[in-house]
């Protein structure tokens, strides 16, 4: 029997909106970073090699934001509050900012972003519980798609600024853009937007046993397909070297990714409530494997570009109907904890990727670090196809 279809919140757009300063400042820190510790003198870590700096830095930020979700979700539902943790977290993702362009060693970058990561930690599982409040179950996936297409467009443009200011203005400017842009979206936030609650009584029903287990099998695809993504972020100076190609070309290649994600989050996600999570989830794994893979031999810069609009088609088809699957499993309350073992597997999986592409891509080969990432991803989705097919016969 077909469920009543119910519009988005038009909160959800005033949300989106407002956070879209803050997504293009994060854009243009996820390509600014990696290019800028290479050059920045080491106090302890010398003679590291500038992929392996790279994926540091990439990587403690993704794993202070990855461990503090989980106690962050807690305390947001304690204080059954989601607004001020945005506040909060934004604020210091700003002064953060600042501070990079006043850093003079290595070790220094790699506290600033560990605090930064804390700071992206205090604000996910908040917006995953507001996006929740604001949508129903027959239009999930199309609120999640609505967000992630507004978030991904000002990441996507993001990295193409970072390229643009770095080459014309140097890195300085781009540090004091991005702590500017984050402050806007603090102050919208603070404005316009307004604080949700759950519709959804306390006692809610569990779905199933298995369905805990069901989570961690999706955290772990998710997780893998975010590492597979993040590689290239630690081997943008192996890029540059072997292919050639500026900043402002290996900008278009991050943020051709996030084009095509963009492109084709929303009408994945809408398929997704229509038809089922399954299909585009096992698609867009699979997928992304191949192209993971491939992104190891790349031949030019125009190739890079290519595969990374391809993995941004397979992205969508994955995070859009997964995390709408897990709050379908979930449901509504504490959602902001519940839901942090698949959020915090994305932050891990940002964490990882480039730290092991600096590892392997440094000390094994450059391909290396691909090859094993494919690997990964195609045991995922094998994971998550055969707990989906058991969910499904034990419901039937």
Known sequence: MPETIHPVDHQLYILSLSKIFKDLATGMMVFIIPLY????????????????????????????????????????ERLNKRKGFLLLGYAVFSIICYLYSVSESFESILVLRTVQGIAIGVTIPAIVAMITHLSTSTVRGQAIGIYSTLRGASF??????????????????????????????????????????????????????????????????????????????????????????????????????????????????????????????LCGIFFNALIVFALGYAPDINSLIFLRLLQGIAMAAVETPLLALAVDILGEHNISSRISTITSAQAAGVAVGPLIGGIFGGYVSFETPFQISSLMIVLSGIMVWLVLRKRKETRS
């Open 37 to 76: 510790v290479v050059n920045i003198d080491s106090l302890i870590l010398q003679d590291m090699p500038i992929v392996l700096k790279a994926g540091l830095a990439t990587t403690v930020f993704g794993l202070a934001n990855s461990i503090s979700q989980p106690y962050m979700g807690r305390l947001s």
């Open 156 to 281: 996507g443009i993001g990295t193409l600024v970072g390229g643009a200011v770095v080459t014309y203005y140097g890195f300085v400017a781009g540090f004091y853009v991005s702590a500017a842009l984050v402050m806007i979206s603090a102050f919208m936030i603070a404005v316009f937007v307004k604080e949700t609650r759950s519709h959804e009584l306390a006692t809610v029903e569990v779905s199933h046993v298995d369905d805990p287990f069901i989570i961690r099998v999706l955290a772990v695809a998710m997780f893998m397909m975010l590492v597979g993504i993040m590689l290239i972020l630690s081997l943008l100076p192996a890029y540059q070297i072997r292919l050639g190609a500026s900043e402002l070309l290996l900008g278009v290649a991050l943020s051709a990714y996030v084009i095509s994600r963009i492109i084709f989050q929303v009408p994945i996600g809408m398929f997704s409530d229509r038809f089922g999570r399954k299909l585009p989830i």
